[in-house]
């Protein structure tokens, strides 16, 4: 398939990203009672190999999940491990106590229906733009440095990715909620072509 591409329909690529954010703010703030925002939205083609270096080493959090229909390709969530706690037992209401080593059971559950439910609504945001429905895995916890969670995610064989990259900022909790999406960029491009301007 050719990668070619109405350049008018770039714009489509801006609103799947900020749609796709904002509804993650909205969820959050119906799940948690924090008040969410979107706070930065951009979107960058990268090299297979400077993947790695752009999400950094740092441990951190992700709940990732695999587009199982067109676009295909993986979402991935990351928070630091405070802002994980953080977002766990807003939702939570209080219950459990915070586990001083790793996460507890009740902890990685909580995080990963946060994950469920936001990755739920960005997908949501996707397919409106797309004019299309989007299945997708069950979500997976992970919990290491941001480098090597995002290692088994990228698919090799292109040469570059797209990566969406969204923030989701609750200010008052000091809450940071990255998103990555690694779409095969043959199959968006096949549905963004199908779109009409």
């Not at 990755?119 to 989007?134: C, K, M, P, R, Y």
């Amino acid at each position: 398939m050719t990668m070619q591409i109405d350049i008018r329909k770039l714009s489509i690529l801006n609103q799947m990203a900020k749609q796709g954010a904002n509804t993650v703010a909205n969820h959050l703030n119906q799940m948690t009672g924090m008040q969410a925002e979107m706070e930065i939205t951009k979107i960058n083609f990268l090299e297979i190999s400077d993947i790695r270096t752009h999400i950094g080493h740092e441990k951190q959090v992700g709940i990732h999940i695999e587009l199982v229909e067109q676009p295909y390709g993986y979402i991935l969530f990351l928070f630091t491990a405070k802002s994980a706690k953080q977002l766990a037992h807003g939702m939570m209401g209080g219950m459990g106590e915070r586990s001083k080593n790793g996460f507890s059971d009740m902890e990685k559950s909580a995080v990963q229906e946060i994950g469920n439910i936001m990755t739920s609504g960005f997908i949501d945001g996707w397919a409106n733009v797309l004019q299309t429905t989007i299945d997708f895995s069950t979500p997976e916890f992970t919990y290491g440095p941001g480098s090597k969670i995002v290692d088994s995610l990228v698919n090799t064989q292109d040469d570059v990715a797209m990566v969406v990259d969204s923030r989701v900022h609750v200010p008052e909790e000091d809450v940071e909620l990255k998103v990555y999406s690694f779409p095969k960029l043959e199959e968006l491009v096949g549905l963004m072509r199908q779109i009409e301007i």
